[in-house]
């Protein structure tokens, strides 16, 4: 489910999502500086956790996590990437 490359970030990253708007999945990419506790999850627009498509401790590098979508509802979605002294939030579209 992960890809990895092993080229070392300077800083944390949550990247867009890919596409966007999507159907019914898409791909979310991140960057980690060094070793850490790491979780993506899933809100929908009321803020409400939906789905944690990433978590456990990972090590520094680039990754690549795929969300499908396939059962829930079209709408507006955020995901949020945390770790232990970082937190990023980006907004992405379903659209059935």
Known sequence: NYTIN????????LYQ???NPFNP???INFTLP???????IIYD???NQVDVIAGGVKSAGSYSV????TNYSSGIYFYKL???????VR??????
């Open 6 to 13: 092993n080229n070392i970030a300077e800083n944390f990253q």
């Open 45 to 47: 627009a009321l803020g």
């Open 25 to 27: 999945s898409t791909v």
């Open 17 to 19: 999502n890919y596409p």
């Open 34 to 40: 060094e070793q850490t506790n790491v979780k993506v």
């Open 66 to 69: 795929k969300w499908n979508a």
């Open 91 to 96: 907004k992405m579209i379903l659209m059935k």
């Open 82 to 88: 945390e770790t232990g002294n970082f937190v990023q």
